[in-house]
């Protein structure tokens, strides 16, 4: 009877699969990554077309998305043992299922920054970055570094779909690449325990983003960036982003 109760109990807490979907994508952090875009164009240019930001912003969107549904599924026997309220081990989706729909992402990803060739070339060191992340960062002391150079890849992308690569936007995408590596050593150290912690680290990646859209003499946009820190909070009390 007890275990029959249980079945019951797993079955009706079941979450929507549109709700695992979210949980999956992490989409409380897409802020960040939206003004990571920005940053990336700004550095090397003064004037943005509206059109090709979204292009970029979504095409940033399905790599990061896509990262997350690989990460979970990659993930999967350590998240039975640790997280099994995560989508997979939970049973709300099967980790076949995450798996295809993580590199279909990855690959929309891709396609948007065709015909750029130079974009698509930073595009697809973001995919290989992302996917050596997602099945190797487990007790990987590189983890780190290929996790921040996920966010600085992403500022080259999108500086070179926008203009080209420059020396200003190589420097950019080092100082995010240094401040989401650091970022990603203290979750590593404060574990469970990290709470409020990690969360903010991530939102504020806005904040480093604005501060480098600053310095390149876009005040206004720096703004706009500035807004992602407590959007993503916000959105984080709904969808966790770590």
Known sequence: MTSVATAGTVALRRRPRWHAYLLLSRVSNLPTVWTNVLAGMCVVSAAIDGGVYLRVALAMSAFYTGGMFLNDAFDEPFDRVRRPERPIPSGDVSRREVFVSGTLLLLAGELLLAPRVQALVFGGFLAAAIVWYDAQHKGSRFAPV?????????????????????????????????????????????????????????????????TIIAVSGSPTRALFAAIGFPLTLFLQRFIPGD
């Open 146 to 210: 290929v996790m921040g150079s996920c966010r600085g890849l992403v500022y080259c992308a999108a500086a070179a779909f926008a203009f080209a690569i420059t020396k200003e936007a190589g420097i950019a995408a080092v100082v995010i690449t240094a401040y989401v590596a650091a970022l990603t050593v203290v979750a590593k150290l404060a574990g469970p325990s990290a709470r409020w912690l990690v969360p903010a680290l991530i939102a504020a990646i806005s904040l480093v983003d604005a």
